[in-house]
């Protein structure tokens, strides 16, 4: 059965609290304040905890702080009093999961446990689908529609997504990566637009746009595959242009290139990327993000 730590530093309210968690189907647990709660949280291992926001030692807003940092699956919900709206607001953009006014305690918090509940099952559920994985790879064509780019990322970020693969934050950069590979093996590969004239002029775009209507750059076209496994997922981006020698790529992270348009790409990929490799030829990147343990603890 699904166990709740009830957290509050008044005895009435605690018990309170508990007896609503139960009625809802989950064995309560309870710790006097968010000190206690938090010494707690390894041995318990709560799969929700409920908190109340004013206590002694630690308060609610600290509380959901560390356990989003340290134990960001486990859900909390906020018990809320006069006079802690505000501090509920905070602990909400924290990453609270949501709140329940202690007034209204025994009538919402069945809904606020069904909602939280589904989640917790629906991210086990892609758990356990993650284990059943070998490998997953897949291969697309792209032109030069810009808006087929972004359903493409978006598919492979929801990939991602479906199997728990990293957090919130971790898949957007991996997306941002996504997008300024796919970006540059348009341009700089199969466009041969000179990086020297991304400076902020529509000249830059004007020409991509002709030359993507005549020879020979018409028909090129970007291929990407996708390799997944539980343990990292591989990009190959391969343009059909006549490549570049990678060894003339100048440092982006310099500050004399640092705010150069060319160079925030390939700034942005590395950053985000654990490994970022070119073929001889200059016409393939191919990019591996790796999980760690802070990504698979933050899903």
């Not at 990566?177 to 000249?203: F, P, V, Y």
């Not at 640092?258 to 490799?277: C, D, N, P, Q």
Request: glycine share 6%; net charge negative.
């Amino acid at each position: 059965m699904p166990t709740a730590l009830v957290v509050d530093d008044s005895a009435l309210d605690r018990r309170l609290a508990g007896q609503c968690v139960e009625e809802n189907g989950l064995t309560a647990v309870y710790a006097e304040n968010g000190q206690l709660a938090w010494e707690a949280l390894e041995t318990l291992q709560p799969d929700f905890v409920l908190t109340d926001l004013q206590m002694p030692e630690m308060d609610g807003l600290e509380l959901v702080r560390k356990i989003r940092r340290h134990h960001p699956r486990i859900p909390v919900i906020l018990m809320t009093g006069n006079g802690s709206e505000e501090i509920a607001v905070k602990a909400l953009r924290m990453g609270a999961a949501s709140y329940v006014p202690k007034e209204n305690l025994h009538a919402r918090l069945g809904e606020a446990l069904d909602i939280v509940r589904d989640s917790v099952a629906a991210m086990r559920r892609r758990d356990s689908v993650r284990e059943l994985l070998v490998t997953s790879e897949s291969s697309f064509k792209l032109g030069y529609e810009s808006t087929v780019a972004r359903a493409l990322i978006s598919h492979l970020q929801d990939a991602l997504a479906q199997l728990n693969f990293a957090d919130h934050v971790t898949l957007l950069q991996i997306s941002t990566a996504l997008g300024e590979a796919i970006t540059n093996a348009i341009d700089h590969g199969n466009l041969e637009l000179d990086s020297s004239m991304r400076d902020g002029t529509s000249s830059y775009r004007e020409l991509g746009k002709q030359r993507s209507l005549v020879e020979p750059y018409c028909h090129r076209r970007v291929t990407l595959t996708s390799r997944l496994t539980p343990e990292q997922v591989v990009y190959i981006i391969e343009d059909e242009g006549p490549g570049f020698d990678p060894k003339s790529l100048p440092d982006p992270t310099r500050p004399e290139n640092i705010l150069k348009a060319s160079g925030r790409g390939i700034m942005l990929i590395r950053t985000f990327m654990h490994e970022v490799r070119f073929n001889d030829r200059g016409n393939q990147l191919t990019m591996v993000r790796r999980r760690s343990e802070e990504s698979d603890k933050g899903n």
